[in-house]
């Protein structure tokens, strides 16, 4: 079974705001992403600073998507981006404040920008097909994940598109370190429910 890697549980579930996290993190979830859509700066900057209490207190990291400026001034020590923003951000700005960094790749080139940025971690996706959004990349399956772990090495690496707990030893068998999970918890008949399974597998003497 994955251990835990450089802060990253192997059930990295991502959530569209903070009254998701006060259904779940309390559970027992060890890591986190707050991926925030269209938000405006107020609202962004109070859902960080409310997130980042609550998973403080319950010992889970977070790890907060693409407004890495918000998440410096908060004192979030996470931060994730797309290739879209991993572009726009001041990565200097970020190394000063210390912060870790996860970067997404789909492809080759992609993933050579985010070495380049010196990532704490890599993500990969969509693993299999996924009905979160439509994506121009074809499921990169079981073997791309193998690829992946021989170019980056030792590096942390983070799965994500349509991974169930039935497929996600598979995944961490093929060589990542953890696996990202939306849409098989968020549209869940019972949500809590089902992020129990995800914990009971990462962690089953948990």
């Known amino acids: 079974m994955p251990e835990l890697s450089r802060g990253l549980d192997p059930f990295y579930p991502i959530v569209p705001d903070f009254q998701w996290l006060m259904r779940i993190v309390p559970l027992g979830v060890k890591t986190v992403q707050l991926r925030l859509k269209d938000a405006a700066p107020k609202e962004i900057s109070r859902e960080i600073a ?3 209490a609550l998973t403080r207190r319950h010992g889970c990291q977070l790890i907060v998507n693409d407004y890495w400026q918000a998440a410096i001034e908060e004192g979030a020590d996470y931060i994730h981006l797309g290739q879209e923003d991993l572009a726009a951000a001041d990565l200097a700005a970020i190394k000063r404040a210390g912060m870790r960094l996860g970067v ?8 050579e920008t985010a070495l380049a940025a010196e990532p704490t971690y890599v993500a990969l996706g969509p693993i299999y097909e996924t009905k979160l959004k439509v994506m121009k990349w074809a499921p990169q399956g079981l073997e791309r994940i193998a690829q992946w772990r021989r170019r980056i090495g030792r590096l942390p690496l983070v799965a994500i598109g349509g ?5 996600a030893t598979g995944v961490i068998a093929a060589g990542a370190t953890s696996v990202a999970v939306i849409t098989d918890f968020l549209t869940h008949p019972t949500p809590e429910q089902r992020v129990r399974t995800w914990i009971a597998w990462a962690r089953p003497s948990y």
């Not at 997404?104 to 993933?111: G, R």
């Not at 991974?163 to 497929?167: A, E, G, N």
Request: proline share 6%.
């Open 50 to 52: 409310d997130s980042l």
């Open 104 to 111: 997404s790749t789909h492809d080759e080139a992609e993933l």
């Open 163 to 167: 991974i169930t707990p039935d497929r």
